[in-house]
């Protein structure tokens, strides 16, 4: 085995958050998934919060900063989340949380936010299960740090512009579940286009960065960081039409694909940080709802899993 893969195995080793879930009604967390704060708990690690908003490689605290994020507009950096008052969201009032989530607005300066901030899936989420997210970031250590200032270059940092990126590709929530789909299908429907936004990723996006919803999973060679992201659609080819439900389910937990090799750079992360976090029941319900997706053929793009 090369010493690649020996990292990446380490890179993917996870553990539950041991959480009940039950199928139906609205697609929230589970009735019986105990407080509040432990759903919003739950949900920070689906939503990958801690990803985005901390700055692992330097052994920055929880929440206080992210590192680095490079797309085709510039340097994008996860500001400070904590409940610092002044640095971070203290002075923050639910109604102030959700609308910076749904619709992409900051309640401290009234600016719109860039879309590398991915309000535009998080628009679907649950008044709850926003109010719950806020309730258990509420509980960790605030840290008095500036956030570090984007990196962004004339005219895409100019932030009423997003006001017209609005009106072209944002469409505010919430989530309306399909009465015709099970319960299981409308909770993989919620995970995957709203909390774990994995459309933001595996979709490719025009020149303006908004998504191609014709092609929505169908991967793209355009990612972050500018690596290529596979195509997650069941097509047996260039997505995942040839994995059974159990090997989606698995590559979710432990990041190990049907061919044996183990996701690398950011999906590794992902796994480790939030599908790894996942009940399996909610894993399941992922499945579920990818399996049923359109299959979009995708040519010279990494396949999934890799």
């Known amino acids: 085995m090369s010493a690649s893969r020996r990292n990446a195995r380490t890179v993917v080793r996870v553990t539950a958050l041991g959480l009940a879930f039950a199928c139906g009604g609205l697609p929230a967390v589970a009735q019986n998934a105990g407080s509040v704060v432990e759903r919003g708990g739950y949900l920070f690690a689906a939503a990958g919060c801690g990803g985005c908003h901390t700055d692992t490689k330097n052994k920055g605290p929880v929440a206080a900063g992210g590192s680095p994020l490079k797309t085709p507009f510039g340097t994008f950096y996860g500001p400070n989340i904590t409940p610092d008052p002044e640095f971070g969201i203290g002075k923050w009032s639910d109604a102030d949380f959700i609308r910076a989530l749904r619709e992409g607005v900051d309640p401290d300066a009234g600016e719109h936010f860039f879309p590398a901030f991915p309000y535009t899936s998080f628009t679907l989420m649950t008044d709850e299960d926003l109010k719950a997210i806020k309730a258990y970031i509420f509980t960790l250590k605030p840290v008095a740090k500036p956030?570090?200032?984007?990196?962004?270059?004339?005219?895409?940092?100019?932030?009423?512009?997003?006001?017209?990126?609005?009106?072209?590709?944002?469409?505010?929530?919430?989530?309306?579940?399909?009465?015709?789909?099970?319960?299981?299908?409308?909770?993989?429907?919620?995970?995957?286009?709203?909390?774990?936004?994995?459309?933001?990723?595996?979709?490719p996006r025009n020149r303006l960065g908004g998504l191609e919803k014709d092609r929505r999973f169908a991967g793209t060679d355009s990612g972050p960081e500018g690596e290529s992201v596979p195509n997650i659609t069941p097509d047996p080819q260039s997505g995942i039409g040839k994995w059974s439900a159990g090997d989606v389910a698995s590559y979710l937990a432990t990041g190990l694909d049907p061919e044996g090799d183990v996701a690398g750079s950011l999906m590794a992360d992902v796994i480790e940080r939030s599908t790894g976090k996942l009940t399996d029941a909610d894993r399941a319900a992922i499945v579920v709802y990818l399996k049923s997706l359109p299959p979009i053929r995708a040519v010279g793009r990494k396949k999934a899993g890799k």
């Open 147 to 203: 956030s570090r200032p984007h990196e962004v270059g004339f005219p895409f940092n100019l932030r009423f512009l997003q006001l017209f990126w609005k009106w072209l590709f944002f469409e505010e929530g919430p989530f309306n579940p399909e009465p015709s789909k099970s319960p299981e299908w409308n909770r993989g429907a919620y995970l995957v286009r709203a909390v774990a936004h994995c459309g933001e990723c595996h979709t």
